[in-house]
């Protein structure tokens, strides 16, 4: 079955500084997709960045990187030069080919950035 | 812009009251999605519909009713709501398993039962 665990419910970072938010996940299926998602207090839910189970090279986008182990099973967001309008809820998400394309998340992980 | 729309933003209803939420998608994708997400809860996935077809309903109470009269629009309708249904609920639109393309969601319907 589908699952994607976060372990991190808050984080604090400072102003600048690079944070890691965890993610790992529970798949049988060799297809699949993973996601991250900023979620801020008014609620909507913005992408940030994708990593496919056969891409070889880890994904950017700008200031967000994602630390791909496929052995591992971890899909690590990675912020750098965190900013203010950084803090947020986080949310790893995974799609499997075989299951609709249904998006699964994990429970989410609430980011503080410090001035 | 997302290129999901969902109304209403607030609503505020009473346990006997019948209300419907609406959610809209011009972004050309065949799949749909209800989610509900509780306070300090993960998000839940509650209905997906593709091609306009229902392919999972993951437990959800029958007060909780989805339609999807077309690719384009989706309703939850609900009736006879409890006070722990309150909570945000999310649309989101995507392309049926094309794995690398990101679902797109709905600013959210924030609802409170009371």
């Known amino acids: 079955a589908q699952k994607i665990t976060q372990t991190q419910p808050g984080m604090f970072v400072q102003e600048k500084e690079a944070v890691t938010l965890d993610c790992t996940y529970d798949t049988s299926d060799q297809s699949y997709g993973l996601f991250w998602y900023k979620q801020p207090s008014s609620g909507e839910m913005i992408f940030l960045i994708y990593q496919g189970s056969y891409d070889e090279q880890n994904a950017t986008e700008g200031r967000y990187s994602l630390n791909f182990q496929k052995a591992r099973k971890s899909a690590n967001l990675v912020i750098s030069a965190s900013q203010l309008g950084d803090s947020a809820m986080y949310f790893c998400a995974m799609r499997e080919y075989s299951n609709t394309g249904k998006l699964i998340f994990g429970q989410g992980t609430t980011l503080q950035v410090k001035p | 812009e997302t290129g999901v729309t969902q109304t209403p933003r607030h609503l505020v209803m009473g346990m006997t009251n019948k209300k419907s939420l609406k959610c809209e998608q011009h972004l050309g994708h065949n799949a749909m999605y209800w989610y509900k997400q509780s306070a300090k809860k993960p998000l839940e996935l509650m209905f997906v519909?593709?091609?306009?077809?229902?392919?999972e309903n993951n437990s959800v109470p029958s007060r909780f009713s989805p339609e999807c009269p077309n690719s384009s629009h989706l309703f939850l309708h609900l009736h006879t709501l409890q006070p722990e249904d309150s909570a945000l609920y999310l649309c989101a639109s995507s392309q049926e398993r094309a794995l690398n393309t990101e679902a797109f969601f709905g600013q959210g319907t924030r609802l409170t039962v009371v």
């Open positions: 519909y593709s091609l306009e077809e229902r392919v």
